[in-house]
């Protein structure tokens, strides 16, 4: 049985733990449906299926998505990806620190994010992706008991053939 600590206690186990992933891979959460049973970091291949799904998801009725006929006429030939599908290949939120008994006192919120394209995702697109804690921050509050804790992150989706989203 794990040994009972005050909030205080948790909280700068949390802080330490996280400290340690920063620059570290980020793991891919085994038991999310997209990437159950898969080789790590190739988690999404952009299929006609991934990308209806996903457009109707977010409510995305864009026929260049999801009318193959349609697309074939566009710019590219093609059926495209919204170009957050990204997100399905790796969640682009990171979190701090985990223990598998029980969870740390610590609510997740994600604040916001930046992406920068380099080419649309093509029908058929295989993804690779990598994800870096690349800081962290702890900031007081209006009590010791209550902090801020920022993760900061950096996210990467290759193509398997080697270049990026």
Known sequence: MAKLQTFEE???EFVERTKALVAKEEEVIE??????GKPPFETLTADMKQIRNFCGHIGDDNP???DPEYAAK????CPIAPPTIVGHARVTTLHGARREDRIYPIANYFSGGLFQWYDVIRLGTRFLSSSRRAAWLVGSSYSPAMSSIGISGESSYVRRVGTLV
Not at 31 to 36: A, F, G, R, S, V
Not at 74 to 77: A, D, K, R, T
């Open 10 to 12: 948790e909280v700068n």
């Open 31 to 36: 038991d999310y449906e997209l990437t159950k």
């Open 64 to 66: 260049i998505y999801a």
């Open 74 to 77: 566009g710019p590219y030939g």
